[in-house]
T-cell receptor, first 113, second 114 residues
């Protein structure tokens, strides 16, 4: 079946630097994408989402970029902080809310002081 | 709004016993609940989708007789791991499609089978 995958399993970044986490998806029918942050022993925490009719969306210190041509999604975190250390997942939804999410493999971000 | 309460947060059980995990929607009615399993250092894998008033839909490879799902009401969905074995040790998470951000997740249950 189709799946969502990530390029980098671990990302080590210096505090204050920007982080970029990448994700490749294979379902061309997906029209809604979400980035989640997960800390150890906790459920996923929503970061930002984007619909397929957009190619960029910004939040507080985070930006999601969507390239439908190459089916690529990225999450940029500006001025990475120690509290950003976690595992980040992208997830895709082939339709409206209510459809099941397919999660990518995850990237662990380690912020060095 | 849109809070899903998941209990217990962790449980240890002996091999061969059964364990029930509950997810309750506190401030909305959840007609659908997704159940995920997450092994250490891995992603969330969807196990099944429960629907209030009907049978759950299981993903390929998930044993429906081992992972019993019941959606008894519009606010409660349960996952029972029957005859648990050490390989069932995992982090189980529920999620309801609701809320301004599309989905609301429970806080997860860490199951350890000894």
């Amino acid at each position: 079946g189709e799946s969502v995958g990530l390029h980098l399993p671990t990302l080590s970044v210096q505090e204050g630097d920007n982080s970029i986490i990448n994700c490749a998806y294979s379902n061309s029918a997906s029209d809604y994408f979400i980035w989640y942050k997960q800390e150890s022993g906790k459920g996923p925490q929503f970061i930002i989402d984007i619909r397929s009719n957009m190619d960029k969306r910004q939040g507080q210190r985070v930006t999601v970029l969507l390239n439908k041509t190459v089916k690529h999604l990225s999450l940029q975190i500006a001025a990475t902080q120690p509290g950003d250390s976690a595992v980040y997942f992208c997830a895709e939804n082939p339709g409206a809310a209510g459809n099941k999410l397919t999660f990518g493999g995850g990237t662990r971000v380690l912020v060095k002081p | 709004g849109a809070v899903v309460s998941q209990h217990p947060s962790w449980v240890i059980c002996k091999s061969g016993t059964s364990v029930k995990i509950e997810c309750r929607s506190l401030d909305f009615q959840a007609t659908t609940m997704f159940w995920y399993r997450q092994f250490p250092k891995q992603s969330l894998m969807l196990m099944a989708t429960s629907n209030e008033g009907s049978k759950a839909t299981y993903e390929q490879g998930v044993e429906k007789d081992k992972f019993l799902i019941n959606h008894a009401s519009l606010t409660l969905s349960t996952l029972t791991v029957t005859s648990a074995h050490p390989e069932d040790s995992s982090f189980y998470i529920c999620s309801a499609p609701r809320g301004p951000r599309g989905y609301t997740f429970g806080s997860g249950t860490r199951l350890t089978v000894v």
